[in-house]
């Protein structure tokens, strides 16, 4: 995860970023600074939530 955050702010110059995690890895990503945005929802049969970074 440092590493695409690294190459987030390489090509975009910038941190902020979004993605659609899967729900029980919520946690997981919260430990880089991405906060949910919204309710789950099911993408593929799988338990989603949409994730920001400032």
């Given amino acids: 995860m440092r590493r695409a955050l690294a ?3 390489s090509a975009f110059g910038a941190s902020r970023c979004a ?3 899967q729900s029980h ?3 997981f990503y ?6 949910r ?3 789950d ?4 049969g799988i338990p989603h939530v ?3 970074r400032s």
Avoid: C, I, R
């Fill in 7 to 9: 190459e987030v702010e």
């Fill in 41 to 44: 929802y099911v993408w593929d």
């Fill in 30 to 35: 919260s430990l880089f600074g991405f906060v």
């Fill in 19 to 21: 993605l659609a995690a």
């Fill in 37 to 39: 945005v919204g309710a």
């Fill in 25 to 27: 890895l919520e946690a």
């Fill in 50 to 52: 949409d994730m920001h």
